[in-house]
């Protein structure tokens, strides 16, 4: 976000003893007061059924960006200016690398294949049905100038989701699986949805033949899977570094400054080399809370995951007020020269392409994966495909910070505007719309004594074979355990039935992998990275019963 008003040089302190612009420290003074509203009013609505945090912050950023308007007389409800580059910068970081480090791992991981089918595969069927029925629809309601660049970015800018309002009302303990799945997937889907759009403007689309489409798939592939190669990178130097130096033992503030200062290093350096930052910082987040944040002493524990948490929180309400300002913002509307019929028919059509591309993929995927987990017991009920549907049909800052990307001088100013404000009245229209009625939705359709009865299948009848084969002999705990199971059987002889490891790996391959990676984790990557069992000799450092206990609870 750029000031309304720049900074063009520090006024001169012979007359004024303020480095600023009156104007500029009224705009800030004027927006953290709004920020403290939202936040103040938030609390008071929290246990409101119909409003959260998102959408008391966009009502409220509408609210003013209506005084303004009546204060500059109709002229402009901006106080600030949006600037993508700073949105990208200083605001997605944050919210991205504390939604992988407060990620719970073992949910995650478990459901990975589900989480990367929705949030991969999906996005793409979503890519490719938005872009190609906005090529034909656009076209037909009188918008004839966009090229094939601006439809095939239509339709990543419109398969980005924003899951927050749905999340503020599922449980992680109530619908584990759930919760897990809404929350990987909008993830995996922003990382993806961004990773498309890159692609697209990476591509010369001047001679389009057979192999655009192949070069679009690499371009896509190659960039998600480098970028998070590279966040699993940096988050393994970091606690490498950690683990070795120990800052801790002289000052805790180090620890917490070179795992920030790392984290957003990660992404710049991958928005640098033309990756994805979003990806690289995500899984960055992810590694740093498996092993870096294991490294640290216990105060540095607790700030940095408060800390965290809190820049994400006042990131994503700062979006989400500025969202509702930059919404009447009538430059932008007169310069579109729409008529209001146009301006509808455009908004509508993104609006139903944003339920017809949710609704294609989700579905048939669910199908999809009953059919091929009904060995393990696995099934996605049509009430938790229907909430999964209804969890990305809200559209937010990262559809905005697109289409202003997109829409920014490519084309004629007029159609750049109308393109503009119809993305930004998709995205209030589908916060107030589905936000506000998606706590009574999920009770309605998933009250909350069925809640406790849809979790997720946890651990599953081959656990004890999975034990068995691919965890060591000799091991205490298992030793215990089997003779324990032994004593309740009354047979102290007769060894478990053991099970063939190419049927448990096809019947279950996510706890399969998931046991295989706990013994190489503990054999290989602690020792060298740390993590769980490092344990500084030094006083108010965390213990191995603490470190044992968060790293079950992710």
Request: hydrophobic fraction near 45%.
């Amino acid at each position: 976000m750029a000031f309304h008003e720049t900074i063009q040089q520090l006024p001169s302190l012979q007359k004024s003893s303020s480095f600023f612009d009156p104007s500029t420290a009224i705009a800030i003074c004027v927006f953290f007061t709004l920020l403290c509203l939202c936040i103040i009013i938030g609390h008071l609505l929290e246990e409101n059924r119909w409003a959260n945090e998102s959408i008391t912050a966009l009502l409220l950023g509408l609210c003013a960006g209506v005084v303004v308007l009546l204060i500059s007389k109709s002229i402009s409800a901006r106080i600030l200016v949006f600037n993508e580059d700073l949105f990208f910068l200083y605001l997605l970081p944050p919210i991205i690398f504390n939604a992988g480090f407060q990620v719970k791992k073992k949910q995650f991981f478990k459901n990975f294949t589900t989480i990367l089918m929705f949030g991969v595969f999906g996005t793409v069927i979503s890519f490719c049905l938005i872009s190609l029925c906005a090529f034909y629809l656009i076209r037909k309601i009188g918008v004839t100038n966009l090229d094939t660049k601006d439809y095939l970015a239509i339709g990543a800018i419109l398969s980005a989701t924003d899951s927050v309002c749905t999340l503020q009302v599922l449980s992680q303990d109530e619908t584990p699986f759930l919760y897990s799945v809404v929350f990987g997937e909008g993830v995996v889907n922003d990382a993806t949805s961004i990773v498309l759009f890159n692609a697209v403007q990476s591509l010369d689309f001047s001679n389009v033949d057979g192999l655009t489409s192949l070069k679009l798939v690499g371009t896509f592939l190659y960039l998600f899977i480098t970028s998070t190669l590279l966040g699993v990178a940096a988050g393994l130097l970091s606690a490498f570094i950690i683990k070795t130096l120990y800052f801790g033992r002289h000052s805790t503030d180090r620890e917490v400054a070179i795992m920030i200062i790392m984290a957003y290093l990660s992404y710049m350096f991958a928005e640098l080399i033309n990756l994805s930052g979003i990806l690289t910082i995500f899984f960055c987040g992810i590694v740093m809370s498996h092993y870096t944040w294991h490294n640290v002493t216990e105060s540095s524990r607790r700030t940095t995951k408060h800390g965290f948490a809190t820049l994400s929180f006042i990131a994503e309400t700062f979006i989400f007020l500025y969202v509702g300002m930059d919404a009447l913002d009538m430059d932008k509307w007169k310069r579109s020269h729409a008529s209001a019929g146009t301006s509808i028919a455009v908004s509508s059509t993104l609006f139903g392409l944003v339920l017809l591309g949710r609704a294609a993929f989700v579905f048939p995927l669910a199908n999809i994966k009953n059919l091929v987990g009904k060995r393990d017991g696995t099934k996605i009920k049509f009430r938790q495909q229907f909430i999964m549907w209804w969890a990305g049909l809200m559209r937010g800052a990262i559809t905005v910070a697109l289409s202003y990307h997109q829409f920014s001088g490519t084309n004629t100013p007029s159609e750049d505007a109308l393109m503009i404000t119809s993305t930004l009245t998709v995205v209030v229209l589908s916060t107030l719309v589905f936000g506000s009625i998606t706590k009574p939705l999920i009770e309605a359709v998933m009250p909350r004594q069925a809640k406790s009865l849809n979790s997720d299948v946890t651990d599953n009848q081959s656990l004890e074979d999975l034990r068995i084969l691919f965890l060591e002999n000799g091991d205490s705990i298992d030793d215990q355990d089997d003779d324990d199971n032994n004593n309740n059987n009354g047979n102290n002889n007769q060894p478990p039935r053991r099970a063939s490891s190419l049927r448990l790996l096809i019947s279950n391959p996510t706890t399969t992998v998931h046991y295989l990676w706990r013994n190489f984790d503990d054999k290989f990557m602690r020792p060298v990275f740390g993590g769980r069992g490092f344990v500084p000799y030094v006083p108010g450092s965390p213990t191995g019963e603490a470190d044992a206990d968060a790293d079950e609870a992710s």
